[in-house]
């Protein structure tokens, strides 16, 4: 069975940081993603990154503030958040895809996600 586990969120004040960890088991995935949706907004696309990890791909808005880490040993993928502002708040979800391509917006498997709420 495929799973994609987040952990790592929680409550922290503006300027702060966090480590998102999403865990994945059932099988090896190439691309793996991260989205986040705020209350009463869509889903979003944050970061992307590839299978050796030499690409990656961030949304403006966290470009500078967040990095997207694999390691690939333990099927886990990171996302390191600093400089973190309440516009950050939301559901962060993990995703991952098999496919060959390197792939950062249309993920196939999705974790239930992890809240992150960041105070002023």
């Known amino acids: 069975q495929v799973q994609l586990v987040e952990s790592g969120g929680g409550l922290v004040q503006a300027g702060g940081s966090l480590r998102l960890s999403c865990a994945a088991s059932?099988?090896?995935?190439?691309?793996y993603g991260w989205f986040r949706q705020a209350p009463g907004k869509e889903r979003e696309f944050v970061a992307a990154?590839?299978?050796?990890?030499?690409?990656?791909l961030y949304a403006d808005s966290v470009k500078g503030r967040f990095t997207i880490s694999r390691d690939n040993a333990k099927n886990t993928v990171y996302l390191q958040m600093n400089s973190l502002k309440p516009e950050d708040t939301a559901v962060y979800y993990c995703?991952?895809?098999?496919?060959?391509?390197?792939?950062?917006?249309?993920?196939?498997?999705w974790g239930k996600g992890t809240l992150v709420t960041v105070s002023s």
């Open positions: 995703a991952a895809t098999a496919r060959v391509v390197f792939v950062t917006h249309a993920m196939d498997y």
């Open positions: 990154i590839n299978w050796s990890g030499g690409s990656t």
């Open positions: 059932g099988r090896t995935f190439s691309s």
